[in-house]
Each structure stands twice: as C-alpha cells, then as structure tokens.
C-alpha cells in the first residue's frame, strides 16, 4: 500500500434505517433470501464517526459505549479494508465511534457506519475514487443493508438489498416513534425461522395486489406497511407483538417491525397523539425514538 497524504479531521453521521416494507421472497441457491423492501432513512437518529490522521497506516477504533465495537469485524474496519485493497486509498486514521442506533435492532446502524466509512474514503481518494456502481458492488459484498446507506433518500430494494430504486415516499406532517426494547434478534437465526415455517417462496402476488408505486400518495396505510419476519420472531419474542399492539392501540396510523427485528415503529399523523403515544410507552419501560418527518 502507497503512502499517502494525511488526512484532514472530519466528523460523519451514520443514520438509522427502518423498513416500511419487508417481504421475502424466498430462498436462493447460496442461503441468501430474495427480498422486496422498501427503505426508509431515519436521518434524526445517527451514529457519529470521528475520523483524525493517525501516526502510520493502520487504523485504531474507539468506542466509549460498546469496547465490544473496536474489532477487525466491525464493518467501519471492513469497509476500511476492502475499499484499500479495492482502490490502493488506505488511509491511517483514528477512528471514534459514537453509538447511538441500538445494535441488532433491526435499524441498520452496523451497515451504515460501514457506508458512511466507504463514502468518506470516496470522498477522499481522488483519482481513486470508484464509480458509484462499483461502490454499490463493494458495499454489497460487506452485507446486504449497506448499499442503500450509498442512496440519499427512501428506495426500493430487490435481490438481497443491493438491486436499489429511490423512492418517492412522502411522510412528511407525520411522527415516526421508533420502540427500541432490549432484545436483541439474530437476523441469520430470522431468515431460519422464516426458512422452517414457509416451505416454498411467498408469493409475489402478495406484492402486487396491494397496488404499491412509488408514487402511492396513501402510503401511511396499514396493508403498505408490513414486515414477512414478524410472525416467527413475535412467536419467539411475544413482547415485541404487545409492543406493536401498543403502537395500534396509541394511535399509530400504521406500525410494523424494522428489519429481522426488534426495533417497532409506528406512523401518527397526529402529532398530538404521537406525543402522548410516546410517553405512554415510556411509562411501560419502552425506549422511544421519536422523529418529525419533514
Ligand atoms: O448481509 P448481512 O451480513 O447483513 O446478512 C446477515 C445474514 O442474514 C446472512 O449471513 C444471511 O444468513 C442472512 N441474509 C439472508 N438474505 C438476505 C440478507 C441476509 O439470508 N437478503
């Protein structure tokens, strides 16, 4: 690897995702579940990723929160990796890592450090700089949420997440509150449990006939809203079922589970009722993330 140039000191966000819409497909040849779901930043909830130069060329990672982060399979260190042996830009650097998305929540927050990291480097590699397609391909390679943290807005995402459309979704008047209990769900141990309890492929028919576009101006309605993962996980953590029946019962408008899980949201068009939705979960020990959509 070349020397290169010291890196100036930046500061980068990594926002939180959630899935709108999560459907499997079905399996694929090498283990890996086709998918159709639509993604949806959550840019008011983010990690934050402290970039400084470093004395040589390696890099060091801290993580005040969660020591358990500053490891060679953290995806920030990953993504470092691979864009350096795609590229030969491998920059020395201190890493500081400011974690605020829950780990295995469901929200995307390991994929989108790793993102933010490989956008930071692209960024930063000049005439090395990759194309925005081979970026996507890098992306992928490190885990299947990651390319869409390369999108700026709200896509559709087909294959195993990194086949990406952006998507016209207007949530804007609407709350988002985000519950974020403390359970922790492993998305190869969900994709399993989907595996046992559906011998052959969910129909894409499912899909279709409920008239999904991206242009869809009704699109906080509940048969839009749905995540495939939740009858197996619910089954195996019957507290997040009670958790989305709270969300109904408070007001949401809709609600369903992000990702494989655990992290629920529900969408309020009333402002009011998502304020006092909020604290009523708060008083039953719920973590509650809560954002205006612009
Ligand atoms: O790609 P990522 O590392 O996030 O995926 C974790 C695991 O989830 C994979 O090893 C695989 O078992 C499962 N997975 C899958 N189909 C996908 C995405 C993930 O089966 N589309």
Request: charged share 20%; net charge negative.
């Amino acid at each position: 690897m070349e020397q290169h140039e010291p890196i100036s000191e930046s500061i980068i966000a990594a926002p939180a995702k959630i899935n709108l819409h999560l459907h499997i497909v079905g399996l694929r040849e090498d283990g890996y579940h086709e998918l159709r779901t639509l993604f949806y930043p959550v840019s008011a909830f983010y990690d934050t990723i402290r970039i400084e130069p470093s004395h040589d060329d390696s890099m060091f990672m801290r993580c005040a929160e969660r020591p358990e982060l500053e490891s060679t399979s953290n995806l920030i260190y990953k993504a470092w990796k691979a864009f350096g042996a795609a590229t030969d830009y491998q920059p020395g650097m201190f890493v500081t890592l400011d974690k605020k998305i829950p780990l295995g929540g469901g929200l995307g927050g390991g994929s989108s450090d790793g993102a933010a990291m490989l956008r930071w480097l692209n960024e930063n590699a000049g005439s090395k700089a990759l194309p925005h397609d081979e970026l996507i391909n890098l992306a992928a390679a490190l885990g299947a949420d990651v390319p869409f943290f390369l999108m700026d807005g709200p896509a559709w995402a087909s294959g195993i997440g990194e086949v990406l459309t952006p998507a016209e979704v207007d949530l804007s008047g609407t709350t988002l509150l985000i519950a974020c209990p403390d359970i922790h769900v492993d998305t190869p141990w969900a994709f399993k449990a989907w595996d046992e309890a559906n011998d052959f492929p969910s129909s894409e028919e499912s899909l279709t006939t409920l008239g999904l576009g991206n242009k869809n101006p009704s699109l906080v309605s509940p048969p839009v809203v749905l995540n495939d993962f939740e009858p197996v996980v619910f089954k195996k953590h019957p507290t997040l079922r009670k958790i989305k029946e709270m969300l109904i019962q408070t007001g949401a408008d809709a609600a369903a589970m992000s990702g494989s899980g655990a992290s629920l949201f529900g969408i309020y068009r009333n402002k009011e009722t998502a304020t006092s939705a909020a604290q009523a979960l708060k008083n039953n020990g719920i973590e509650i993330f809560t954002m205006n959509c612009q």
